[in-house]
């Protein structure tokens, strides 16, 4: 049911606009910018942190908002946003802690630094949309408690493919089909990808070649598809997901019903997986059953076929189009596009992309060392697999071959990172199986919340 537009022409009318931060201005910022500053009534953005402030100036310049004022202080940022003023900073925490801003969006990709943005909009009672995959698909369960006991929002977004499908998901849950996979449709997969062979692609569409490499060896959507499954309660039946490749241009509907296990998608509660080359692309889907025969009949009556899948799906996601429709649903109506609903599901966790000496550095997401594979969490947990959003700046103690997992066994970790803190919480936070064990949980996460 579609209320956001009707609630956001109310507070445009009102003249009691929405006010939202960003944090991050790059390719996808900049999108976002655009789209609240040009199309989006009863929405205002009212100030933009980047690392690089011209780059902040760039995304209000090109949503045509002129008188821009660099700040550095609370005061300053909060007497502008008074006087209907915009503004730029370096320092992104002076957005999370603003009185007069509802929500904040997190757009860098950056996982230790997107984590205490998390944190902070969070502490200061800010709705915080994640466009931030790789900090959702880590930690997302634990920032869930953390919004859960300030009472604000903690989200993915509309538009990127995990909010797409998630939205398509509680359609066809509405409906009284119960969704047994959620896939979604790529075009490229080869994990052996880095920003060498990316550059030309990147630089055609003006993105960073480290991102655009996290999309082609699966890093990314690994992460897209653990957050599915921990908004949803879904498992992987694999390492690394089924995956299937099929010949370029096949349609969907003509090939998805044989292309995964039936026992995998029937037998518990439902996979997230992928596959390469369907059209339409780059779309999501969502595969059902209806154990109703009257209803069965009408599903096929209405062109879905005779089952025992029914194939439901969108065809495109238009990332920061939808952006706004996030921040309303969380300010207007505390609904969440995607959120996680408890205890972790899945992991993303570390494999090697080269081989790998020992006494090396692991670079970031999307680089040159490592890509990322979907495994279930108790697996994770059981085999110390390192998550790949706290591999940045491991030293390897040992040499790993190509292709094979790597453990915290096999690493040195940073010290004093944010990330790998609250990830030790999550694990304690819901490890716990009792209300006097929890307790004990919830006492060391209120340590974390002081330390930030």
Not at 354 to 368: R, S
Request: include cysteine.
């Amino acid at each position: 049911m579609i209320i956001v537009d009707t609630a956001l022409a109310k507070r445009h009318a009102e003249g009691n606009p929405v006010r939202v931060a960003m944090v991050g201005a790059g390719f996808m910022g900049r999108g976002i910018a655009l789209q609240i500053c040009k199309y989006t009534q009863g929405m205002e953005l009212v100030a933009i942190s980047n690392r690089t402030l011209d780059k902040a100036k760039l995304a209000y310049s090109q949503a045509e908002v002129e008188g821009v004022q660099e700040v550095s202080s609370l005061s300053e940022l909060e007497e502008n946003i008074r006087q209907g003023k915009y503004s730029v900073t370096e320092d992104a925490m002076l957005l999370c802690q603003a009185e007069g801003i509802d929500a904040v969006i997190e757009v860098t990709g950056a996982v230790e630094f997107g984590t205490h943005v998390a944190i902070k909009a969070i502490q200061n009672g800010k709705h915080i949309i994640m466009m931030n995959a790789e900090v959702d698909g880590t930690i997302g369960p634990i920032l869930k408690v953390y919004a859960d006991k300030a009472g604000v929002v903690f989200t993915n977004a509309d538009g990127d493919q995990p909010g797409v499908t998630m939205n398509l998901y509680r359609f066809v849950k509405g409906l009284g089909v119960k969704p047994v996979l959620c896939g979604n449709i790529k075009g490229l997969h080869d994990p052996y990808r880095n920003p060498t062979t990316q550059e030309g692609f990147a630089k055609k569409w003006g993105q960073q070649p480290s991102m655009v490499t996290s999309f082609a060896d699966g890093s990314k959507i690994s992460f897209e598809q653990a957050i599915i499954a921990n908004g949803t309660g879904m498992r992987v039946a694999k390492r690394g997901m089924h995956g299937p490749t099929v010949l370029s241009g096949t349609s969907l509907k003509d090939c998805v019903h044989d292309l995964y296990p039936l026992e995998d998608l029937t037998d518990g509660p439902g996979i997230v997986d992928y596959v390469v080359g369907a059209e339409p692309g780059p779309g999501v889907f969502v595969l059902g059953t209806h154990d109703n025969p009257i209803q069965q009949h009408y599903l096929n009556l209405y062109k879905l076929g005779e089952g025992p899948l029914y194939l439901f799906y969108t065809p495109y996601h238009l990332c920061h189009f939808e952006v706004p429709n996030t921040v309303a649903r969380a300010v207007l109506f505390n609904d969440a596009a995607l959120t996680p609903m408890g205890a972790p599901q899945v992991a993303v966790v570390s494999a090697a992309k080269i081989d790998l000496k020992a006494g090396e550095v692991i670079d970031g997401i999307g680089h040159y060392m490592t890509y990322g594979l979907c495994e279930n969490a108790d697996t994770t947990a059981a085999e110390r697999l390192l998550p790949i959003g706290v591999a940045e700046g491991c030293v390897l103690k040992r040499d790993i071959p190509k292709d094979q997992v790597i453990t915290y066994d096999d690493v040195v970790m940073p010290e004093g990172r944010l990330v790998d803190q609250l990830l030790q919480e999550q694990a304690a936070y819901f490890a716990a199986t009792d209300e006097e064990s929890r307790n004990k949980a919830l006492k060391q996460l209120y340590k974390a919340e002081a330390s930030v």
